[in-house]
């Protein structure tokens, strides 16, 4: 997907309709232009297919097993390399593979469904189609499904997986700037000054800007196509001319009536309507809702294609084992207690990060972490270099298997 900078390609085109000069926007324009912005890229999502916004993969019908995520007791899971899957009896500790016969047995899969928010993967807004094989290397059958509340929902199909193509959730954005001293929780939205671009949060963090520290960060990013658009739109509903106001809303529509048109000329189909669902009643439409979804015949033959154990860098729930925090070291203390809240990979775990954070004295005592003692499966505690003389010195930790 092509993309533009949020400040450059939308917040300051906003601006320059409404006659402000970029460089003296105030934080209360900034708020309310980014709220209406979000509501215009969801129209705008919805207003056509496009394909930049679409996807097509090869999808399992329950989690991935990596070597990193935490299964429990009843936990279904799909293992490549044996294409099947299997069912945890009990809580294995993680890394442990399914074929281990002490904490899973294998397992058949009757309700074939796909969750909107598959661990490891790209959230998915609306499905499209679902085939037996890549839509974008063949001419595929369908595969016929319908929405549930357990996802994409299949019908007649008894492959191990199966291509899913789906458009991406639409991105969030806010006027909320970075500030070092906030501790940022998994899925914060943060507006950087510095680049002019919206992130959301990977992980729990603090003091660790977007530019300092990448892996922490997701950017939201904004699509070419959509920007023109969503400038308009917001100008019309911020401006107080109505002459104006029509004047931005009436060049907001026609943009994407232009884009429109270039797909339609490059011999583009429109192949579903989301406002209006397509409903064809010469035919039974059967449980699916979808006539045109025939499901083929699955033969054992038909083999994982393009899955892997990788998570995708835009999954917002990865469940793979991991806990941070930080927690408070008392004044007076040479050591501080850490207690976990949700891990259950066992005591077998490594530290991946562990500093001595204060953002509040200036200058602050330089005191660093030493040795790690009383390691188990709740916590541990840390013994430092020296003690605190107040409240303000915070252990960073993050523990991974």
Not at 12 to 39: C, E, F, Q
Not at 152 to 178: C, D, E, H, M
Not at 372 to 385: D, E, I, P
Request: hydrophobic residues 35%; contains cysteine.
């Amino acid at each position: 997907m092509r993309r533009v900078n949020f400040k450059r390609g939308v917040l300051d085109r906003i601006a320059h309709r409404l006659g402000i000069d970029p460089n003296y926007v105030n934080n209360d324009h900034v708020a309310a232009w980014t709220s209406m912005v979000n509501d215009c890229v969801l129209a705008g999502f919805e207003y056509w297919q496009w394909p930049e916004l679409e996807i097509a993969e090869e999808r399992a019908f329950r989690a991935i097993w990596n070597s990193k995520r935490q299964f429990n007791a009843g936990d279904e899971l799909f293992y490549i390399p044996t294409a099947s899957y299997y069912k945890a009896t009990g809580t294995p500790p993680v890394g442990t593979a399914p074929t281990n016969g002490t904490y899973f047995a294998a397992t058949t899969i009757v309700n074939r469904f796909i969750a909107y928010d598959q661990p490891g993967k790209r959230p998915i807004d609306q499905a499209i189609g679902v085939y037996y094989g890549d839509p974008n290397t063949n001419c595929m059958f369908g595969v016929k499904f319908y929405p549930s509340q357990n996802g994409v929902q299949l019908n007649g199909y008894g492959g191990p997986t199966a291509f899913l193509k789906y458009r991406i959730k639409p991105p969030q954005f806010t006027s909320q700037p970075w500030d070092s001293a906030t501790a940022y929780a998994k899925n914060d939205l943060v507006y950087f000054n510095d680049d002019g671009e919206c992130y959301q949060a990977v992980t729990a963090n603090k003091n660790q800007s977007p530019s300092a520290v990448p892996a922490n960060w997701r950017r939201q990013d904004t699509p070419e196509f959509l920007a023109p658009y969503v400038a308009y739109r917001v100008a019309g509903e911020a401006c107080d001319d109505a002459i104006n106001a029509n004047r931005w809303t009436s060049a907001a529509e026609d943009s994407l009536i232009t884009k429109v048109n270039k797909l339609l000329e490059q011999g583009e189909r429109h192949q579903y309507k989301i406002r209006r669902p397509y409903r064809y009643y010469g035919w039974p439409l059967g449980t699916s809702g979808f006539f045109w979804s025939v499901s083929p015949p699955w033969t054992s033959d038909v083999a994982v294609l393009t899955l892997t154990d990788q998570d995708d860098p835009y999954a917002e729930d990865t469940n793979t084992m991991l806990e941070d925090g930080l927690t408070m070291i008392q004044s007076g203390n040479a050591y501080v207690d850490v207690v976990f809240q949700s891990w259950t990979g066992g005591p077998a775990y490594s530290i991946d990060e562990l500093l001595v954070q204060n953002f509040v004295d200036v200058p602050p005592l330089q005191i660093f972490p030493t040795t790690l003692v009383n390691q188990n499966a709740s916590g541990f505690r840390c013994l430092l270099s020296g003690a605190p003389d107040n409240n303000n010195y915070y252990l960073k930790w993050r523990v991974v298997p």
